[in-house]
């Protein structure tokens, strides 16, 4: 069973920083990508940022320069960090992995719980 738990969500101030955190656990062969999503109240959940196996990343418009990707194989963690928050950040975060769970299954996507992130004076 695998398991997806993030953590480091909060509330700040406007310009201030989070660093999210999601752990994988259970039985994973390989992981390809690492996600982190968000959904505001009201709107679609929505891409925020994706890292390859490999390092390669990806960005929305809305947070680049801001908010950076990264891993950590060896752990099989992923971590965003926010930086200059506004308050438009303020959403549940997810975390989503595409991964195996041995040689010959396919490709599958699962999810965290989310993660609250709140952008407040």
């Known amino acids: 069973q695998v398991q997806l738990v993030e953590s480091g969500g909060g509330l700040v101030q406007p310009g201030g920083s989070l660093r999210l955190s999601c752990l994988v656990s259970g039985s994973i062969f390989r992981i390809n990508y690492m996600r982190w999503y968000r959904q505001a109240p009201g709107k679609q959940r929505e891409l925020v940022a994706s890292i390859t196996s490999g390092g390669s990343t990806n960005y929305a418009d809305s947070v680049k320069g801001r908010f950076t990707v990264s891993r950590d194989n060896a752990k099989n963690t992923v971590y965003l960090q926010m930086n200059s928050l506004k308050p438009e950040d303020t959403a549940v975060y997810y975390c989503?992995?595409?991964?195996?769970?041995?040689?010959?299954?396919?490709?599958?996507?699962?999810w965290g719980q989310g993660t609250q992130v709140t952008v407040s004076s």
């Open positions: 989503n992995i595409e991964a195996r769970v041995r040689t010959s299954s396919p490709w599958n996507d699962y």
